[in-house]
């Protein structure tokens, strides 16, 4: 195992790009495996658990992160593979696979879980929207001044239902 494997492991992946760029460095450690045969490419699916970071994000952007550090290291480790398969007989893509089920079955839950949370807000915030703009201020004994009279509505609360009750048809249709 070299700093390259550690670096992926522990996902420090500034360091790994500062390495990677660095030919003379890179052409050993690219090529290198660890004692269980593992390449650059394994270790990405042989990541640390629990990192902080992670925990706070959801499984999705997870999932996503881990996909591309796994494009990344192949790009970069393209020319340098020699030998695919690891001690147990797993390509990188396979352990990478298995070492994520998990992850994936809860984006997806995520995912899914996302819309339904989205429209129950969506409705609240029409509910409030609707009631603050038809909502008659301090109930219907509000008195209105016009010119320099004071207009009882309740006079008019009968037409003001009315028209109420258009403006709700209007906007349900």
């Known amino acids: 195992m070299n700093i390259l494997h550690l670096t992926i492991l522990y996902r420090h992946i500034e360091i ?3 390495v ?6 890179a052409k050993g450690l690219l090529s290198a495996t660890d004692n269980k045969g593992n390449s650059l490419l394994h270790m990405v699916g042989l990541k640390r658990k629990g990192q ?3 925990k706070m994000q959801s499984p999705a952007f997870q999932l996503q992160k881990e996909l591309l550090l796994f494009k990344k290291v192949k790009a970069v480790c393209k020319t340098h593979l020699t030998e695919p398969l690891n001690k ?3 390509t990188a893509e396979e352990l990478f696979a298995a070492r994520n089920e998990k992850l994936h079955q809860d984006a997806k839950e ?3 879980g996302t819309p339904e949370n989205c429209t129950i807000l969506s409705v609240f915030k029409a509910t409030v929207a609707f009631a603050a703009a038809y909502t008659i201020p301090d109930g219907s004994d509000l ?3 016009f010119d320099t009279q004071f207009v009882d509505l309740k006079v008019h609360e009968k037409l003001y239902l009315v028209c ?9 249709c």
Request: net charge negative; hydrophobic share 45%.
């Open 16 to 18: 790994f790009d500062t």
């Open 20 to 25: 990677a760029k660095s030919e003379m460095l």
């Open 52 to 54: 902080a970071s992670e």
């Open 88 to 90: 147990d007989n797993q």
């Open 110 to 112: 995520w995912l899914m």
């Open 143 to 145: 008195f209105v001044q």
């Open 164 to 172: 109420l009750t258009l403006h709700a048809c209007e906007i349900g």
